[in-house]
């Protein structure tokens, strides 16, 4: 897939947002280099911090920042699964706190919140309630810029500074080691972008979730993680469906949609791709509001809206 069909897709789950966000400046730039000494010891701190599950792990910095994002007990979920890194990247104007990184293979998820050190940057914050902060990704080995380049959306609720990043992984990245480096957009603040100088984040792109393998009968998967349900090769997700239920072992079904209090398990969206210019095969997923425990489920359903059809797919034995 190519870098803009990588973006619209799994940047922001809201279309509106998606449609206002700054897409057309993503930027390729493979032999850009920076220096990055710094981020191996802090690559290692982060891992440190992920303690194993079972383990007595730490508590969130900023919980009612997680709890913005995901409903439920997810946050009380992440903090015994030992999912909260605490990283601190600060300049002399702010710093954000990554609160969780959560990889599934498929989809990079990241949770922030941006506290202002100075007068200077409090003024910006009043002055802009939400704004898009740029992301560009370095290799954590040899400094090169990787293809991936984002925009986030950064706004103030309940007088908190909120952060939500959200980036599609490629197979062969899942390995590799990188720094995240944040800017401002040039467009709209060509003057600011001092502000968030060195603001950079480490991160580990090898997954940190267990994910489970979904197969219809003809042999097509979908997958199943704690935050979302995907597909590599299919837009299952997108075609006329007018329900998709989650089937849990003692035989209860959780229909997936935008109620709520009518389901249990509330969308925040999702969306579908080409693979590449040059292959006809889709991608396609569906976010979560909260944490699921996926060993739960014993299949998925999807219905046709058109013609009423529901194809099943259960688990695939390991």
């Not at 702010?94 to 919140?113: K, P, Q, S, V, W």
């Not at 925009?151 to 952060?163: D, P, R, T, Y």
């Not at 980036?167 to 957009?185: H, M, P, Q, T, V």
Request: net charge negative; charged share 25%; with cysteine.
């Amino acid at each position: 897939m190519n870098g803009k069909d990588l973006l619209n897709a799994m940047t922001e789950i809201n279309q509106e947002f998606i449609e206002e966000a700054e897409f057309s400046e993503i930027r390729i730039h493979p032999n850009k280099k920076r220096n990055i000494i710094r981020t191996v010891s802090a690559i290692v701190a982060v891992a440190v911090m992920g303690v194993t599950a079972g383990a007595v792990s730490e508590v969130f910095t900023h919980r009612e920042t997680v709890e913005n994002w995901l409903s439920g007990d997810s946050r009380q979920q992440l903090e015994e699964q030992g999912l909260v890194s605490n990283y601190i990247a600060e300049n002399e104007y702010f710093r954000m706190t990554l609160e969780t990184i959560l990889n599934d293979g498929f989809t990079l998820y990241l949770i922030a919140t941006l506290e202002p050190l100075d007068e200077t940057a409090q003024e910006f914050l009043q002055e802009n309630g939400s704004f898009t902060l740029n992301s560009d990704f370095y290799d954590a080995d040899t400094g090169e810029m990787m293809h991936y380049h984002g925009s986030a959306g950064f706004h103030v609720e309940n007088g908190k500074n909120l952060i939500e990043f959200q980036y599609g992984i490629e197979s062969e990245n899942i390995s590799r080691s990188a720094e995240i480096a944040f800017s401002l957009s040039e467009k709209h603040y060509p003057d600011k972008n001092y502000l968030m100088e060195g603001l950079t984040i480490p991160i580990d792109l090898a997954p940190n979730l267990k994910v489970l393998e979904f197969q219809s009968e003809s042999g097509e998967s979908v997958y199943l993680s704690p935050f979302e349900l995907y597909s590599r090769t299919q837009d299952c997700m997108t075609t006329p469906i007018s329900r998709i239920c989650l089937v849990k072992k003692n035989g209860f079904r959780i229909e997936i949609d935008d109620d709520f209090e009518l389901s249990g398990l509330s969308s925040k969206g999702g969306a579908s791709a080409l693979v590449s210019e040059e292959s006809d095969m889709k991608y396609s997923y569906l976010d979560f509001d909260k944490i699921i425990n996926i060993d739960e489920y014993q299949a998925i359903e999807f219905k046709n809206m058109n013609n009423n059809e529901v194809i099943t797919y259960t688990l695939k034995a390991e």
